[in-house]
């Protein structure tokens, strides 16, 4: 069966500080990767999300990047994080077909301190 | 384009009452159609999806939703509120064609009170 791990689970960074996260799913091959932030009473917004390796499309200009460097890993990164970086980071993978629905991993909640 | 808009951004019924969450769409194409939900400090999980089978899809928890296109609809039900149902729950589209992106709305918190 597939699963999908991300970690950490929480993170307290300073301000300026880099980030990474990473995500890697295991069960499948060739899987869609997304990168959602979760703010309070926001809804979840889309900031990436790639369909192969090297492959990234960001949705919201910002201090945030992604990279794919295998095919079943996904990772967000920040040179310097900004207080407005703060939130909870959800990746998830769906299967090809653009009616399979997307599997989340438990998220990160990060603090810009 | 496609967007989600979830009508009410906190409801709240009693327990053993009908639960509706609203959701409207907006696609170019047809969509698929999912609802998630969220307990506190966790992932999401898929209650249920639309992808043009029935119009009636019927998920886990006793959970279904009416896929409506001429009111580009796709509210959520439950007949009976459980308070193991208070969560937060998303809708969200994935429009057709090349289109891998899945939006969603801003959410809807359901309280189930005693």
């Known amino acids: 069966s597939q699963t999908i791990h991300q970690w950490p689970a929480t993170l307290v960074q300073p301000v300026g500080s880099p980030l990474s996260l990473e995500c890697t799913v295991e069960?499948?091959?060739?899987?869609?990767l997304y990168w959602y932030r979760q703010a309070a009473g926001r809804g979840l917004q889309l900031l990436f999300y790639?369909?192969?390796?090297?492959?990234i499309s960001s949705e919201v200009p910002q201090n945030l990047s992604a990279s794919r460097p295998q095919d079943r890993q996904f990772i967000l990164s920040s040179k310097k994080l900004l207080l407005s970086d703060s939130g909870f980071y959800l990746c998830?993978?769906?299967?090809?077909?653009?009616?399979?629905?997307?599997?989340f991993g438990q998220g990160t909640r990060l603090t810009v301190v | 384009a496609q967007s989600v808009t979830q009508l009410g951004s906190h409801v709240s019924v009693s327990e053993g009452a009908l639960v509706l969450l609203r959701c409207n769409y907006s696609?170019?194409?047809?969509?698929?159609l999912f609802w998630y939900v969220q307990y506190p400090n966790q992932g999401l999980q898929l209650l249920l999806k639309?992808?043009?089978?029935?119009?009636l899809v019927k998920g886990i928890n006793g959970f279904e939703a009416e896929f409506k296109k001429s009111e580009t609809s796709f509210h959520l039900t439950k007949p009976s509120a459980h308070m193991s149902d208070a969560a937060e729950y998303f809708c969200?589209?994935?429009?057709?064609?090349?289109?891998?992106?899945?939006?969603f709305g801003k959410g809807t918190l359901l309280t189930v009170n005693p």
């Open positions: 998830a993978w769906s299967g090809p077909p653009l009616g399979t629905e997307a599997f």
């Open positions: 069960g499948t091959s060739n899987p869609n």
């Open positions: 790639s369909v192969g390796i090297g492959q």
């Open positions: 696609s170019s194409v047809p969509p698929y």
């Open positions: 639309y992808t043009s089978a029935a119009t």
């Open positions: 969200a589209v994935r429009s057709g064609g090349s289109n891998y992106k899945l939006t």
